[in-house]
Every structure is written in C-alpha cells, then in structure tokens.
C-alpha cells in the first residue's frame, strides 16, 4: 500500500520503526547468560588483576570488597596473592594445583632423541 500515491517507491521516505535493544533491552547479550566465564570467575584473571595492583591498591581492593562480595576464584587469587606477600610459600604447591585443576595445565614440550643402531643398516 502506497500511502502516498503521488510519490513513487524510491522517492518515499522510509517508515522508521523503534527495534533493537532500545525496545527489547533483555536481548542484550550477557555473558553470564550464555554460559562465557567472566574474568571475575577466572583465577588466573585475578592473579593478573592482584598482581598488578601497588601494595595500596591491593589494601584497598581488600577493604572495597570485602569477602562477602567476592567469586571464590577472587578469594583463591586474594588468599594465595596475600599468603606470598607474607612468605607463606608451603601454599604454593596447592595454588598450582587448583590452578591446574580449575583452567587446565599449561603445554609442556618433551625433547626426544632417537638413536638407531648400526647393526640394523
């Protein structure tokens, strides 16, 4: 239906139609709808994060978010970060291992050197 008859179909104006996420904001997409680890449940991501935080930066981090707020793998980067900052390092082996446990173990290369043997020439 052309709702103006004088006009032809390429001189009229679109009709402008409110779609998208202004209309419909609950289609936005959220990671933590679709199943995608945010870098607050990843330990590794907090390791990085507390890292790299000045010793006032890391007091605050500790005071602004305090453990009732925290992602268990905030409160496993937080524990192992502030037990090495205090000499603590008989938890290191366990760091590793839940580190491991929770986001896979790095790549390790093996070297191998075949020798054959002459008699078999």
Not at 16 to 24: C, E, I, P, R, T
Not at 74 to 79: C, D, M, T, V
Request: charged letters at 30%; hydrophobic letters at 30%; a positive charge.
């Amino acid at each position: 239906m052309n709702p103006n008859p004088e006009l032809t179909t390429k001189e009229q104006k679109p009709i402008k139609k409110k779609v998208g996420f202004a209309l419909y904001p609950e289609n936005r997409y959220d990671p933590a709808k679709h199943g995608e680890r945010l870098p607050r449940h990843s330990i590794s991501a907090c390791y990085k994060k507390l890292l790299g935080f000045t010793v006032q930066e890391f007091k605050e981090w500790e005071k602004n978010y305090p453990a009732t707020q925290r992602t268990m793998a905030e409160e496993i980067a937080y524990k192992r970060v502030y037990d090495a900052r205090n000499h603590k390092t008989q938890q290191l082996a366990n760091t590793v291992e839940i580190t491991d446990r929770t986001e896979g173990k790095a790549k390790q290369y093996v070297e191998q050197e075949i020798k054959t043997n002459a008699l078999a020439e």
